[in-house]
């Protein structure tokens, strides 16, 4: 098979951990005969130093005219002054929006050989974690009507949380359908006892509920679920919910998997062409130190091929190399622990692509 994936290596760590997640990718071309054929596009904060705005229109054509993308992170202190549709954050809400990519997936799972690495309680850990998050990503209060005023009292602000009964259908279905290829459980999260949008949300959510009676399903209050998912994680399979509630539980969810160095997430929209990141930002601090964790964005690489390019025996591949070079003890230093030989990006890089 041939694709075309538009790389966005973006700021930061970005550059370095999308050099090694594409030679694994070259690797698995090689091996399995893919031709996997790369167009480079600027997008953050590398773009505003370039061209002046963090998402250029020729980047989103780019993107337009591929076959997925892979985007390794942007921003960074560099660009943290600037006014909000300046920022470098911008170009990934951007690119969101005009892919038309509505659901945002992201595994939270534990591998075996880090569970020293989670902060949760053993007899918590030893129930297991495998959990998958589906978030709504183009609506909600990040994308609906906001603006600053100025009032007697001084500014006031505020945000517009709104849904469509179309919008909320649409990635609910996206979560009951995910349930079907894993354990059959779908939670739908809401804040339905005091926000208008989340009683609509519930609503919804029960009529598409009901057209998958094989699908285990639950409704749970937002508050709740944060608490849930230190308490009992082991009790989710899917959770849906809308996109604010989704960005804060999944980086909750993935913290008790032991490093946000590890997960990988993938945004949809109706057809398949994704748009695949690691969870985590430039990491400005560690960046071009050869410190970085790729294994996120390699794994991110394995959801394309799965979710994009249907190639679920090399993305299978790829996340075997992945769990055994971490069973041989091999950690960068976010994952580092007693015992362990400490490898930099490239040396990770090297040992993930030595076993495919
Ligand atoms: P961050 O995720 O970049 O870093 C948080 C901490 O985790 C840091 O200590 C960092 O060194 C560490 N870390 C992150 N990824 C790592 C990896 N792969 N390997 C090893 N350690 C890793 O979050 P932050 O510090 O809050 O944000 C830094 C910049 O990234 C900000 O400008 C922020 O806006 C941006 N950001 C971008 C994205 C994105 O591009 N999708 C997401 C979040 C934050």
């Known amino acids: 098979m041939n694709k075309q994936i538009a790389v966005i290596k973006g700021d930061g760590i970005g550059p370095e951990i999308v050099d090694e997640a594409l030679r694994v990718l070259d690797r698995i071309g090689e091996k399995y005969g893919h031709q996997f054929t790369y167009t480079y596009v600027d997008a953050g904060g590398c773009a505003i130093d370039k061209y002046g705005e963090p998402l250029p229109e ?30 470098p954050e911008r170009a990934l809400l951007g690119i969101r929006s005009r892919l038309g990519l509505f659901s945002n997936i992201r595994p939270s799972k534990l591998f075996a050989p ?27 209060a990040y994308f609906g009507k906001r603006e600053t005023l100025m009032t007697e009292g001084g500014k006031t602000s505020y945000d517009t949380m709104i849904y469509s009964e179309k919008e909320v259908e649409r990635i609910v279905r996206v ?28 609503e919804v959510a029960h ?80 960046a071009g130190q050869n410190k970085a964790n790729p294994i996120a964005t ?45 490898l930099g990006c490239r040396e990770m890089g090297d040992k993930i692509i030595s076993k495919l």
């Open 175 to 202: 979560a009951f359908d995910m349930a079907r290829k894993r354990r059959g459980k779908v939670t739908s999260v809401d804040k339905a006892n005091v926000l208008e949008s989340s009683r609509l949300w519930r």
């Open 298 to 342: 390699i794994l991110s690489v394995a959801m394309m091929l799965k979710y994009s390019f249907d190639m679920e025996a090399e993305s299978a591949d790829i996340e075997n190399a992945v769990e055994a070079v971490l069973r041989e003890g091999y950690r960068t230093g976010d994952i580092m622990d007693e015992g362990g030989v400490l």
């Open 114 to 140: 880090l569970a020293s690495a989670c902060p949760l309680k053993q007899e918590i850990v030893n129930q297991g974690l495998d959990l998958v998050i589906v978030r709504e990503l183009i609506g909600g």
């Open 207 to 286: 009529r598409v509920a009901a057209e998958y009676p094989d699908v285990e399903f639950a409704d749970m209050l937002v508050d709740n679920t944060a608490m849930q998912l230190v308490r009992n994680p082991s009790q989710f399979d899917v959770i849906v919910t809308e996109n604010m509630f989704g960005d804060i539980l999944s980086d909750e969810a993935s913290m008790i998997t032991g490093s946000i160095g590890m997960i990988p997430s993938s945004s949809l929209g109706e057809g398949t062409r994704g748009m695949y990141e690691p969870i985590h930002g430039s990491a400005p601090d560690i």
């Open 58 to 87: 020729e980047s989103v054509q780019k993107c337009l005219a591929s076959d997925s993308v892979l985007l390794g992170a942007v921003g960074g202190p560099k660009w943290d002054a600037l006014d909000g549709a300046m920022r």
